[in-house]
């Protein structure tokens, strides 16, 4: 198993990172052609209910992934904690020595991490970026992330296991590197340089957005349906 903690700080607050990251998700969900986006089936607070794979307490998430075809010999847990401030804890997930002893922290940073070049979208770099409603943005110093005020500080503690003999370090890294890590900068990025179209919008508001996108992407099954029947 190969664990990682990923810290991400973001110039906004708590509350403020609930709306964007909703607002993030469904515009990216609607973007992205079907079967390479991100499908919101529901996405709603929780409270002591068993749900099996993915449920949202916000400021704690959690979504375990796992794959029937292997068994017990794959999964992926992605446990999540979002703090005000970047005090940088050490222990969030009040983790157990052994845990501790195997975890990787990994701190992304938003704007000076290192972006394929077909990934790259200027509009979506916080070093150029300034919102006009926030006055945040031009994240271009090296230091950036302990002058911003207000801040706050996303954990993901990921646990990848891939238990098949011969493939299990370079799957389990793989999966880290270019499933995960690499997803979190570019959505995180997005996810900030849009605050000028979700900053001020209320949970109600997001609500009606994602209802449109689950709309818009039934739609676009039916169509896929019909165009998968006629090819």
């Not at 945040?136 to 990921?158: A, E, F, H, I, Q």
């Amino acid at each position: 198993m190969l664990i990682k903690e990923y810290r991400i700080v973001l110039p906004m607050t708590c509350e403020e990172y609930n709306i964007g990251q909703l607002y993030m998700i469904a515009k990216k969900s609607q973007s992205m052609s079907r079967g390479e986006g991100v499908e919101i089936v529901k996405n709603e607070p929780y409270e002591n209910m068993n749900v099996e794979q993915s449920w949202n307490g916000f400021p704690y998430c959690k979504t375990v992934y796992t794959c029937p075809f292997f068994g017990d010999k794959f999964s992926i847990s992605i446990e999540s904690v979002h703090k005000d401030g970047n005090d940088d804890e050490e222990n969030v997930f009040d983790c157990s020595e052994d845990i501790l002893s195997q975890r990787i922290i990994d701190h992304i940073d938003i704007a000076n991490d290192h972006i394929e070049k077909k990934d790259y979208i200027k509009e979506e770099d916080p070093r150029f970026f300034l919102s006009k409603k926030t006055s945040r943005g031009l994240l271009n110093t090296p230091d950036w992330m302990s002058r911003v005020s207000p801040s706050m500080t996303c954990y993901k503690l990921v646990k990848v296991e891939f238990n098949i003999w011969g493939f299990q370090t370079r799957i389990e890294n793989i999966i880290h590197s270019i499933g995960l890590r690499d997803t979190l900068l570019k959505s995180h990025r997005s996810l900030f340089c849009w605050i000028d179209e979700w900053f001020g919008l209320n949970i109600d508001e997001i609500r009606k957005i994602e209802n449109k996108v689950v709309e818009h992407q039934h739609h676009q099954e039916e169509l896929q349906e019909i165009k998968n029947i006629l090819a």
